[in-house]
């Protein structure tokens, strides 16, 4: 085998769904499932985007709240790659969130989900997880991945984390690898030196942090699986 590059580790959490529905529920933090039974009760529905006026207009909420958030958003034909799907969260008729993941044989990938922050009280984000799992159990999928876990996090990353350790999955590290030398002392150090994450974040124009560690777990879908 060849040499591959200069390497650097990332990681991602990874929730098994092969034991039954009630036993994976079990294992998801008690706010979480307490969460999920309010969505349910509220009346969420779970359904795959049927029209590109769908996928506009989530994308419009998606590039919303994660600019808000200081997260660096895609074009929306990023998405539209195979086996990306759309999944839409809707009330009554209407749309309030939605999430994007990759179908692979053996699981499903997070890749972004986002949801109208005015409509937290609903639990979006609890809803949007736990019928992505349960959908991806029907497709006889063994796992879903994340979408990643920032290793030394901070900022708002600190809350996305928090979220999903909540969800009953496994840290996993795993190597990337690149030819240029420079692309990964850069990963290196801004994961571990707060200074240079500091410009690193002023020069991606990202907000300082505003909210509580509590009110980013509530509204703060997964950021794209990224390197920096």
Not at 38 to 51: D, Q, T, V
Not at 192 to 197: C, E
């Given at each position: 085998m060849g040499w591959k590059g200069f390497k650097d580790v990332q990681a991602t959490i990874l929730v098994d769904i092969t034991p039954t529905s009630e036993e994976i529920l079990s294992k998801v933090d008690r706010s979480r499932r307490k969460n999920i039974k309010?969505?349910?009760?509220?009346?969420?529905?779970?359904?795959?985007?049927?029209?590109?006026?769908?996928?506009v207009e989530w994308y419009n909420i998606y590039k919303k709240v994660w600019r808000e958030g200081g997260i660096e958003y895609k074009k929306l034909e990023f998405f539209k790659k195979p086996n990306w799907n759309l999944f839409?969260?809707?009330?009554?008729?209407?749309?309030?969130?939605?999430?994007?993941?990759?179908?692979?044989?053996?699981?499903?990938?997070?890749?972004?989900?986002?949801?109208?922050?005015?409509?937290?009280?609903y639990r979006i984000n609890d809803f949007l997880y736990w019928s992505s799992f349960l959908y991806a159990k029907s497709k006889e999928k063994k796992k879903v991945d994340l979408g990643g876990w920032q290793i030394n996090a901070q900022g708002h990353l600190t809350g996305i984390n928090s979220f999903k350790e909540k969800w009953g999955g496994d840290i996993v590290y795993y190597n990337v690898y690149s030819k240029n030398p420079l692309y990964i002392l850069g990963r290196k150090a801004i994961?571990?030196?707060?200074?240079?994450?500091w410009i690193w974040d002023r020069i991606k124009g990202r907000p300082f942090p505003k909210k509580s560690k509590s009110e980013q777990e509530n509204n703060s879908g997964p950021e794209l699986q990224k390197n920096s």
């Open positions: 309010k969505a349910i009760e509220s009346g969420l529905r779970f359904e795959e985007a049927k029209s590109e006026e769908e996928w839409l969260v809707k009330l009554n008729e209407k749309m309030v969130g939605g999430g994007v993941f990759e179908e692979l044989e053996d699981r499903i990938i997070f890749k972004a989900y986002a949801s109208l922050i005015e409509y937290q009280q994961r571990n030196f707060a200074f240079i994450r």
